[in-house]
């Protein structure tokens, strides 16, 4: 296990990096403050050092609300988004280390973005270790994104996030999403692949807690005997 100092007092931090890009994101993105301590904290836990745009996320950033909220990525945590250690409880972990699946973001519909974590191999963990996934809630799977967590950020700077989505926003979107708290979702019925109207706009649409938008995943994902999704993140 390496000291907080030696993840810390690195050469060539990302932080400086990443916020150049955050500063010429094709997608509005708002990036919130972090708490010192539960950053640093955090960064202890996942034994990555501030080089990494991980790192740099942990010890630097409270979070990133993109799209107006449409999809909130977690940071080191603070006063408006729970934080990396928080969302995956690294306060509790035994061994220092990033776990099988860390959960790195969610969006408004209940999507769960991870990394892939140096352990997870076999059937029940989609993709190779270092490697994004993403829980859709309309095939209920973890898909692999075929890139890394550095990779995925700077995909999503670049305004990608439109195709990413395509046919699951509706006009008017961004201002229903913008009025959510960050730690709400919207339940949408039918849901994709199921009946779904031609027009997105025409579905029914509830906010809600985020936890509960995942649980409703979880408990569906049971009813239609599919695999166990695993932890989607304490919300």
């Not at 220092?96 to 892939?116: E, K, S, T, Y």
């Not at 989609?126 to 209920?140: H, I, K, N, W």
């Not at 031609?198 to 807690?209: E, G, K, N």
Request: glycine residues 14%; negative net charge.
């Amino acid at each position: 296990m390496r000291e907080l100092s030696e993840l810390v007092e690195v050469e060539e931090p990302a932080w400086p990096v990443l916020t150049e890009r955050l500063a010429g994101s094709a997608a509005p993105v708002r990036v919130l403050p972090v708490d010192p301590v539960a950053g640093r904290t955090c960064l202890h836990r996942l034994q990555v050092t501030a080089r990494s745009f991980l790192g740099a996320m942990a010890l630097e950033c409270g979070g990133l609300v993109l799209d107006g909220g449409w999809l909130r990525v977690h940071g080191g945590g603070g006063p408006d988004l729970r934080g990396l250690g928080e969302v995956n409880d690294l306060s509790a972990a035994v061994v220092f280390g990033p776990p099988l699946r860390l959960v790195v973001g969610h969006d408004v519909l209940g999507g769960v973005f991870a990394l892939n974590g140096p352990g997870s191999e076999g059937a029940e963990h989609p993709g190779r270790p270092g490697e994004m996934v993403y829980f859709a809630p309309d095939s209920l799977r973890w898909e692999p994104m075929e890139t890394t967590y550095s990779s995925w950020l700077l995909w999503m700077l670049a305004g990608n996030l439109e195709g990413f989505y395509e046919g699951l926003r509706w006009t008017g979107w961004r201002e229903e999403v913008e009025g959510l708290g960050l730690g709400q979702g919207l339940a949408v019925r039918p849901r994709s692949g199921e009946q779904t109207p031609a027009d997105p706009a025409a579905a029914s649409r509830r906010a809600v807690p985020l936890g509960e938008l995942t649980a409703a995943h979880r408990d569906l994902c049971a009813a239609r005997g599919l695999p166990d999704p695993g932890p989607f993140g304490l919300l």
